[in-house]
Structures are given as C-alpha cells and as structure tokens.
C-alpha cells in the first residue's frame, strides 16, 4: 500500500496507459484512507469536465457552474464540502482536474496534493500517445473525419514560459474543417501561425495540414518566417497548382527582445491591447500560400512590452455574422475583450468563443473560428519596459473601432 507520495508517483509512472486513472484513483485512496478519487478530463469544446469512470465517460459537469470547473478555470485548488479539486496541467496545458476527498484531520499537505496533481497531468499527457482511450473520454459527440485530422494537428491548447503565456481554441470543435494554429517554442523563438485552408470538410482540412507540415518543415531546417512561407507556398501550389490556398499570419517573437518578425499572408488578424488600448496591427496583406508559385514574401517588424496582450482571429471569427446580420468583429468583439481583460489567455479564448456563440443566438456557425492570446510577461534579457500595459482601462464598446 502506497504510504508517502513518492510511492504514489512511482505507481502512477509505472503503469500502463490503459490502466493510469485506475492506478492514481486506487494509489490515492489508499494514501488518503478515504475513498473518492477522481480524474475528470476536458471535453474539446472546453465546456465540460467529463469523469473518467472505468474507462468510459461519466456524467459531464459543466466548467461554469462545478467546483471542479472552477479549478479547472483558475488553475488554483478549489475546496467544496469534502471534495478538494485540482487543476490537471503541463506547462500551461489545461487537462484537467483532480478530485479528492480528504479524511477529518488529515495532516496531508497542499505542497504533497498539488505534485501529485502533477505527476497525474504529466502521466496522462504521456500516456495520451500509446493509447486512444483519453481523446475518446473527451468527446461528447463524434468528430467529422475534418475535426479528427485538424485536433491530431494542434500543438496543444496553451503553452506558457516566463516571457509569455498563450492559448488558443477552435470552434465548431466537433465539425472544424481548415482553420488551426500551431506555435513551437525554441531557446530563442516563439514561433507561432493561424492558417485558414480554403474550401470545406476534408478539402479544407487536408490543404491546412499541408500547409502546416510545410511550415513545420521550414522552420525545423532553420528557415525564418519569410523562407518558411515560401517554402511552404511552393509546396502548396506544386500540389494545387493555385486552385486551392491557404490564408496564413505567421510571426517569429524573439525571448530575448520582445521583437517579432510577421508576415500577412492571408485573413487571419491580429490586435494588441496595450495601456488599456485596443489596436489592430496593420500590416501589408500579402498573397495566401499556394496561389502563386513564385511568390515572394517579406517580413515586417512589430515589438512587443511587458504587459501586452496579442490577440489573433481568424475571418469566421472577427467577421462573424449573427442571425440579425450584425458583424461580431464591430461592438460585440470589443465588449468581449473588455470583458476578459482580466483573464488568463486560456479562459480569455474560451470567453470569446463562448461570447461569439452567444452571438449566433443558437444558430450554426458558418465558418470556422479561432482566437489566439498571447501575453507578453517581459523579454529574457531585456529590462521590463516603462510603458507596460495595464488591461484595467479597456475602451467601452464603440470607443475604438478593432475594424480597419
């Protein structure tokens, strides 16, 4: 029987992936002398926690309204009656949460919960790999062939180091077709793309992966970001010969300064929130990858301070239409980012994916979505700039236009 936690990580390590939430529940029950461990894992719409019980989903508890939901939110523990709830994470990477009760009088500490909670997060995330049994957890409903390779493409959901902190979500989750975003974090980059395939379904969805692969490609020979995008266009465009192309922004931060290397190559956009202000980045927009073959793409700079918020949308987003024909992308979209001005990046993106639902009034989306943030915490080496960004003064709704 498990007696300190040492002994319950190697249990949780050395089981099977199959058998990984059964171990923990069981090792932390006996640890506990109670029993009422659980493991509750996201659903892909970022709405739900779903139980993981006996290898199949229990009951769903919504994020919003559950304790469980509250930490999961947060990132914090969350005490309700005499069920603890823990967030399940791995460097920024929402899970989760952990649920265990706590006996009267028992002298287990915080510090000796929490690194469980965390030993469980990684294990999953590991275990995630050899087996399906966690993504088919997670899904409330079946994925279109589309959704299934667009999830398989993602990074993940967030990321954070001590320079920033990002998340980003897409919507419809279940039925998503060319739209995703990708972002790889080196020693000396955060390197970081929206791309918006056209077409629909598995079209769309196969021209997106390419794109990204193509990208990914680029960047792991040691292209920058205007190679990459060419690279990436003469591949697009070899296999379409320009029928088919793919609306791309894709930027390069270096951690050292804060400096970013952009190149527009489509409809995604983006916004920064600094001193409480909300601005589009203007840029030269410049031909989508893959319609011409020899296309040529350059770099243009924007920097970055300690305390600014990035925010990217894609057109299904920023250029949604309700049922009454009114644009998301005028007041609504600013009234939501002045809303989650206070927001961690993963519960602001789920915000304005939640806030644009509510927008449709119950209708379907006709296109897909995306919302990116990425807070800037400050440069490596570079000293925390004077002019850092306070999000407590966002305009009202019709103060600043986010709509060049």
Avoid at 7 to 21: D, K, N
Avoid at 35 to 53: C, K, N, R, T, V
Avoid at 218 to 242: F, K, M
Avoid at 339 to 360: C, F, G, K, M
Wanted: with cysteine; proline share 5%; net charge negative.
């Amino acid at each position: 029987m498990p007696e300190d936690r040492s002994t319950i990580e190697r249990s949780i390590w050395a089981a099977r992936p199959t058998r990984l939430v059964q171990t923990a529940r069981e090792s932390i029950d006996s640890w506990l002398g109670i029993s009422g461990a659980e493991i509750l894992l996201i659903d892909y719409h970022q709405s739900h926690l779903i139980p993981f019980a006996g290898g199949d989903g229990g009951t769903p508890v919504p994020v919003d309204s559950h304790p469980a939901g509250r930490a999961f939110a947060s990132g914090r523990p969350v005490q309700d009656d005499d069920h603890l709830y823990l967030p399940l994470s791995v460097h920024g990477e929402r899970m989760g949460a952990l649920a265990v009760r706590l006996p009267i009088g028992t002298d287990v500490s915080d510090e000796d919960l929490t690194e469980i909670a965390a030993s469980v997060a990684r294990s999953i995330r590991l275990a995630d790999t050899a087996t399906d049994i966690y993504r088919e957890v997670r899904r409330r409903k079946r994925l279109t062939i589309a959704a299934e390779l667009q999830w398989d493409l993602l990074p993940g959901r967030a990321c954070e180091s001590d320079e920033f902190t990002l998340a980003g979500q897409l919507e419809p989750a279940y039925t998503v077709s060319g739209d995703n975003f990708d972002w790889s974090l080196s020693e000396k980059y955060l390197t970081l793309s929206v791309s918006n395939g056209m077409a629909s379904g598995i079209a769309a969805a196969l021209l997106t992966q390419l794109t990204v692969n193509a990208l990914r490609n680029a960047r792991r020979s040691g292209a920058g970001p205007a190679e990459a995008a060419e690279l990436a266009n003469e591949i697009v465009y070899s296999q379409h010969g320009g029928t088919q192309h793919s609306s791309t922004l894709l930027l390069r931060i270096a951690l050292s300064t804060g400096d970013a290397e952009v190149v527009d190559a489509g409809s995604p956009r983006m916004f920064r929130v600094r001193r409480g202000e909300i601005e589009p980045i203007k840029l030269d927009q410049q031909m989508p990858l893959g319609m011409f073959g020899d296309t040529r793409y350059r770099v243009q700079p924007v920097s970055f301070l300690a305390g600014d918020r990035l925010i990217i949308l894609s057109d299904g987003l920023y250029g949604a239409r309700g049922p009454s024909g009114r644009v998301y992308g005028q007041a609504p979209l600013t009234a939501a980012l002045r809303s989650s001005r206070l927001q961690a990046p993963n519960e602001a993106v789920r915000y304005l994916i939640t806030d644009l639902l509510a927008h449709h009034e119950g209708t379907d989306l006709a296109d897909d979505a995306i919302a990116v943030c990425l807070d800037w915490h400050g440069a490596r080496n570079h000293p925390v700039a004077a002019a850092s960004t306070s999000l407590s003064d966002l305009p009202r709704p019709g103060g600043t236009h986010l709509m060049s």
